[in-house]
């Protein structure tokens, strides 16, 4: 199974990406939430600290979640050269700032996504 987006979907949604990229955090912990885990204010301060270790961990556990393909090696790249690309495309594919969003970017978000 591939992403819903791609790496370079965020420049396909810019209100996501907006909130994604200038509300990192919040699109980290909601993204953590989205996985289960249980204490994502842990996830953030280890993002904040160590991005490239912990935001690959973090992208790990939605790729595993959605069955999606990858590598631990590829998502620690992906963190350390285009973190928000990478934080873009984790947020789309958990849909967890959606509810941030109006109403019209999600609708024309999923004509975009139904019509690939």
Do not use: H
Request: hydrophobic share 45%; glycine share 10%.
């Amino acid at each position: 199974m591939a992403w819903k987006t791609g790496l370079c979907g965020c420049f396909g949604n810019m209100g996501l990406s907006v909130i994604a990229c200038c509300a990192a955090p919040l699109a980290i912990g909601k993204n953590a939430e989205a996985v289960g885990e249980p204490n994502s204010v842990l996830w953030v301060i280890a993002v904040s600290a160590s991005p490239c270790i912990a935001g690959a961990l973090l992208r790990g556990l939605i790729r595993k979640k959605k069955g999606i393909e990858g590598s631990f090696w590829v998502d620690c790249g992906l963190w350390c050269c285009i973190p928000c690309c990478a934080i873009c495309q984790e947020t789309a594919e958990t849909g967890a700032l959606d509810y941030l969003q109006q109403p019209e970017m999600q609708a024309m978000q999923r004509e975009v996504t139904n019509s690939s």
